[in-house]
């Protein structure tokens, strides 16, 4: 979706071989059918690195100006949905289209018991809304449900233009955003498993199997079965990379923990300012951006608190309503490390109206992916957007622990620091520590790895209280005071 652009290679990386540019031109313009788009694109590229999705095959039948792509939504309205229910989702699913820069023209909604098989809206709607569709030049109609690829098939010979569905959409948007090849990688594995069971409209341009005694298979039929088992061999090739993945992270969290550091992981929904608090806490310089999916690939820093501890900090993928399982399944490796964490921080839009369903939806993702009973520290972003501020603190006594900030400008960082400090605190060991002045290497230990309670080197020797994780208490043993050690357990 977006601007109609001429095709170049690098828009479909996942393709090594692109036809020569002025064939793909002369193909522009003949305005010629989706099937023979298929054939022609297939007779250029690789079949071992075959990824069609439903988006590069439209790219190819659009013109070559430079016009922002005309969007037209639909939504359905079952009987366990709300009226405001689809209109949230609808305005979502607005913003997911304005993220792949199109322009949304409208939108419309049917009241079904049920989705009707053939075309998900019924025959009857879809011809009436394919008429304002074609009284306003649509190019894209999108809908806010998964279709079937039979749904989509049938639809576009209703509509007459292209038709997607969110999940589409969504992974539209994050083919874009993949940056790294653990990103990427994962994208594609997405894309595939999404492609595979909707392959058959790709060739429907191809003969079909014959009938009569002594069949013979079409090209239709075996080039069918052909893509699919090269489709199949692929994602298993990146099902095996991905491992490969997850072993590497594996060994990175070995390594980290090493250190004995406690790892928080920010989740939240999407374009709530996750990366936003993160580089405000830490420095990093993760992308943030008012945009939805702005952070596909995460980003650990360190984070020290005041309490002298150091935390491993990392941000995720945002979360979002509908999230297809396939790209939760895609990105696991990812999402291990909310999984693996110590702590999450849940990072709420408190300025969003309706932000009680985005929670819900992030608590389902979480269900998910089995993180949902980890210890969670809710993190109400954006309070500087608040016209009532006294609503910050009504919602935050609805939850056990719960905080109110702006990341942007670093309101409530304090009380944010020390619930993460109190909620990732080991059991340390409170000591009275006598230690030579000339034994500098130990003091200069001592001021990174323990929080300070009292420091005196009024006398011969320094004399510190501390409290000290267990796991560094023996680099100290030779400068104990044992007449005043204690052991507070929970601090």
Same mark, same amino acid.
């Given at each position: 979706?977006?601007?109609?652009?001429?095709?170049? $290679?690098?828009?479909?990386?996942?393709?090594?071989?692109? !036809?020569?540019?002025?064939?793909?031109?002369?193909?522009?313009?003949?305005?010629?059918?989706?099937?023979?788009?298929?054939?022609?694109?297939?007779?250029?590229?690789?079949?071992? $690195?075959?990824?069609?999705?439903?988006?590069?095959?439209?790219?190819?039948?659009?013109?070559?100006?430079?016009?922002?792509?005309?969007?037209?939504?639909?939504?359905?309205?079952?009987?366990?949905?709300?009226?405001?229910?689809?209109?949230?989702?609808?305005?979502?699913?607005?913003?997911?289209?304005?993220?792949?820069?199109?322009?949304?023209? /409208?939108?419309?909604?049917?009241?079904?018991?049920?989705?009707?098989? /053939?075309?998900?809206?019924?025959?009857?709607?879809?011809?009436?809304?394919?008429?304002?569709?074609?009284?306003?030049?649509?190019?894209?109609?999108?809908?806010?449900?998964?279709?079937?690829?039979?749904?989509?098939?049938?639809?576009?010979?209703?509509?007459?233009?292209?038709?997607?569905?969110?999940?589409?959409?969504?992974?539209?948007?994050?083919?874009?955003?993949?940056?790294?090849?653990? /990103?990427?990688?994962?994208?594609?594995?997405?894309?595939?498993?999404?492609?595979?069971?909707?392959?058959?409209?790709?060739?429907?341009?191809?003969?079909?199997?014959?009938?009569?005694?002594?069949?013979?298979?079409?090209?239709?039929?075996?080039?069918?079965?052909?893509?699919?088992?090269?489709?199949?061999?692929?994602?298993?090739?990146?099902?095996?990379?991905?491992?490969?993945?997850?072993?590497?992270?594996?060994?990175?969290?070995?390594?980290?923990?090493?250190?004995?550091?406690?790892?928080?992981?920010?989740?939240?929904?999407?374009?709530?300012?996750?990366?936003?608090?993160?580089?405000?806490?830490?420095?990093?310089?993760?992308?943030?951006?008012?945009?939805?999916?702005?952070?596909?690939?995460?980003?650990?820093?360190?984070?020290?608190? !005041?309490?002298?501890?150091?935390?491993?900090?990392?941000?995720?993928?945002?979360?979002?309503?509908?999230?297809?399982?396939?790209?939760?399944?895609?990105?696991?490796? &990812?999402?291990?490390?909310?999984?693996?964490?110590?702590?999450?921080?849940?990072?709420?839009?408190?300025?969003?109206?309706?932000?009680?369903?985005?929670?819900?939806?992030?608590?389902?993702?979480?269900?998910?992916?089995?993180?949902?009973?980890?210890?969670?520290?809710?993190?109400?972003?954006?309070?500087?957007?608040? &016209?009532?501020?006294?609503?910050?603190?009504?919602?935050?006594?609805?939850?056990?622990?719960?905080?109110?900030?702006?990341?942007?400008?670093?309101?409530?960082?304090?009380?944010?620091?020390?619930?993460?400090?109190?909620?990732?605190?080991?059991?340390?060991?409170?000591?009275?520590?006598?230690? !030579?002045?000339?034994?500098?290497?130990?003091?200069?230990?001592?001021?990174?790895?323990?929080?300070?309670?009292?420091?005196?080197?009024? /006398?011969?020797?320094?004399?510190?209280?501390?409290?000290?994780?267990?796991?560094?208490?023996?680099?100290?043993?030779?400068?104990?005071?044992?007449?005043?050690?204690?052991?507070?357990?929970?601090?």
């Amino acid at each position: 979706m977006g601007e109609h652009r001429s095709v170049r $290679c690098e828009q479909f990386p996942i393709l090594d071989v692109a !036809p020569p540019l002025f064939q793909v031109e002369r193909l522009l313009t003949a305005r010629v059918d989706e099937g023979q788009v298929a054939g022609f694109w297939w007779s250029f590229c690789p079949v071992s $690195c075959f990824c069609i999705a439903d988006q590069i095959l439209k790219a190819l039948l659009n013109t070559t100006d430079h016009r922002t792509e005309r969007a037209f939504l639909v939504g359905v309205e079952l009987k366990s949905r709300s009226t405001r229910d689809i209109q949230d989702s609808l305005d979502e699913l607005a913003e997911l289209v304005a993220t792949v820069g199109a322009e949304v023209v /409208g939108n419309a909604t049917q009241k079904l018991e049920s989705p009707t098989p /053939g075309t998900f809206i019924g025959s009857g709607k879809a011809e009436e809304l394919a008429q304002l569709c074609k009284a306003q030049a649509i190019d894209t109609v999108v809908f806010d449900d998964e279709l079937s690829g039979a749904q989509v098939r049938n639809l576009e010979k209703i509509f007459g233009c292209r038709v997607m569905d969110r999940t589409a959409l969504i992974l539209e948007i994050f083919a874009q955003r993949a940056r790294t090849r653990e /990103g990427k990688l994962q994208v594609e594995l997405a894309q595939l498993e999404y492609l595979l069971p909707r392959l058959t409209r790709f060739w429907s341009h191809l003969s079909r199997q014959r009938g009569g005694l002594g069949a013979i298979g079409g090209e239709g039929e075996s080039q069918l079965e052909s893509d699919r088992r090269k489709i199949q061999e692929r994602i298993d090739k990146i099902r095996e990379e991905l491992e490969d993945v997850r072993r590497q992270r594996t060994t990175q969290r070995s390594g980290r923990q090493r250190h004995q550091w406690p790892l928080a992981s920010i989740v939240g929904y999407t374009n709530a300012g996750k990366s936003t608090l993160l580089n405000a806490l830490t420095g990093a310089s993760a992308v943030a951006e008012d945009k939805l999916f702005a952070t596909l690939d995460p980003t650990t820093r360190r984070l020290r608190l !005041p309490t002298n501890q150091n935390v491993l900090l990392s941000d995720t993928v945002g979360f979002i309503r509908k999230l297809p399982h396939g790209l939760v399944e895609a990105f696991k490796a &990812t999402l291990e490390e909310v999984v693996e964490a110590d702590l999450l921080l849940h990072v709420v839009d408190i300025s969003h109206p309706n932000l009680l369903a985005q929670i819900d939806a992030v608590n389902a993702v979480l269900e998910e992916i089995g993180a949902k009973d980890k210890p969670t520290l809710m993190v109400f972003n954006k309070v500087d957007r608040l &016209t009532v501020p006294d609503y910050a603190v009504t919602l935050c006594q609805s939850f056990p622990a719960a905080v109110a900030v702006s990341a942007r400008h670093g309101a409530g960082f304090s009380e944010l620091l020390g619930q993460i400090g109190a909620m990732l605190r080991p059991i340390r060991d409170f000591l009275d520590l006598s230690v !030579p002045f000339d034994a500098q290497k130990a003091i200069a230990r001592l001021h990174a790895v323990g929080q300070i309670m009292e420091e005196d080197y009024s /006398g011969d020797r320094a004399r510190f209280r501390v409290r000290l994780p267990q796991h560094v208490r023996h680099e100290f043993e030779p400068y104990r005071v044992l007449d005043n050690s204690q052991s507070i357990p929970g601090e």
